[in-house]
């Protein structure tokens, strides 16, 4: 990496509770706080988490935008779909995906078909979780005001005080065991609209290790397809 420390905003943000790094794909690294920070505190947290930085920061631009994966993998779907690009002279890009064999083909520009992927993912993501989540609040007895998928970057899941919950669609390429746990810990919002110990003796109680599944959580990002900030 070159000179340090690298370019970085600091964004104050209410909701946040504690000092956070953030890779975002537009603005790069961000140092989130819920209160303002002297530059020097900054440098300190740069440095404490030099090693993190210097890890994930490349990922920001290691996927070229003319190149798409060989396969789209959905470890919470356990699916594996082979993508071919082909970049034949079309009226107008498309993609076609064929459900029994699992297979995806492109056909156009690169960006152009970017945005095509990201729609075919937030069906994927809504055709799966949203039955899912319907199916564990009915079996524990919650009642569901409604619910959506979006392209959460900060989240894998919401809940808001009218009952209403939303998934990120990136929950796709958790395991299923992780998906679950999003799923029941954002159904536990529904009785416990907190992190007091109450919320985490009922989601243990429904979901044995759930702590523990809370602590890999916070890895889980690495996960994430360096190629997912191209789906715009």
Do not use: N
Not at 2 to 8: D, L
Not at 114 to 122: C, I, S
Request: with cysteine; glycine share 6%.
């Amino acid at each position: 990496m070159g000179s340090w420390p690298p370019p970085h905003t600091v964004r104050i943000s209410g909701r946040a509770r504690r000092v956070l790094l953030r890779m975002h794909p537009e603005r790069g690294l961000e140092v989130v706080t819920p209160l303002p920070l002297s530059e020097r505190r900054v440098a300190q947290l740069l440095d404490q988490h030099r090693d993190w930085i210097e890890q994930h920061l490349p990922r920001l631009a290691s996927w070229p935008a003319d190149r798409f994966p060989e396969a789209i993998d959905l470890p919470a779907l356990g699916q594996r779909w082979p993508l071919e690009h082909v970049t034949d002279a079309v009226a107008r890009p498309r993609l076609r995906a064929c459900a029994e064999q699992r297979t995806l083909a492109l056909h156009g520009p690169a960006e152009s078909l970017w945005p095509l992927l990201g729609r075919w993912l937030t069906l994927q993501a809504k055709g799966h979780l949203l039955p899912r989540l319907d199916a564990l609040a009915e079996h524990h007895g919650f009642r569901l005001h409604g619910a959506s998928v979006r392209w959460s970057r900060s989240r894998w899941g919401s809940c808001s005080r009218r009952g209403t919950i939303s998934l990120s669609a990136r929950l796709l390429w958790l395991a299923p065991e992780e998906v679950e746990y999003v799923m029941l810990h954002e159904l536990t919002h529904l009785e416990h609209f907190h992190h007091a110990p109450a919320f985490w003796q009922a989601l243990e109680t429904r979901m044995p290790g759930a702590l523990r599944i809370d602590a890999g959580l916070r890895r889980s990002r690495d996960r994430l397809p360096a190629w997912l900030p191209l789906l715009k």
